[in-house]
């Protein structure tokens, strides 16, 4: 069976060094552990915003700092119900892109 070629990876180090590798970066376990526990925490999120109840302590304040839209935050703030295109807009846009930008 034929293998399909690896693309090479390009990573961009805290220090501002680039390094280009072949193959499977492997994570480590803290590094998993992190995204393991910011997906979780966006999971929670989303659960308690489609039953319409995120309105108290951590998950509030992490709420807000995934919401990158000032109407948004502010009906969260205020315990307000979000509109269908709003509440698509937590879900499936900021809350997935918080997810995926987790490393």
């Not at 803290?30 to 966006?42: D, I, T, Y």
């Not at 999971?43 to 308690?48: A, E, L, S, T, Y």
């Not at 309105?55 to 304040?61: A, D, I, M, V």
Request: aromatic fraction near 2%; charged fraction near 30%.
């Amino acid at each position: 069976m034929p293998t399909t070629p690896e693309r090479p990876r390009v990573v961009l180090h805290e220090d501002g060094t680039i390094e280009v590798t072949r193959g499977r970066m492997e994570a480590s376990p803290e590094q998993r552990a992190a995204r393991k526990a910011v997906g979780a925490r966006c999971g929670h999120i989303k659960r308690k915003l489609l039953q319409g109840d995120v309105s108290k302590g951590e998950l509030l304040e992490l709420a807000l700092e995934v919401a990158r839209d000032e109407d948004i935050a502010a009906k969260l703030k205020a315990g307000q119900k979000l509109n269908d295109y709003e509440m698509h807009l937590m879900v499936d846009v900021f809350l997935l892109h918080a997810r995926l930008g987790a490393n």
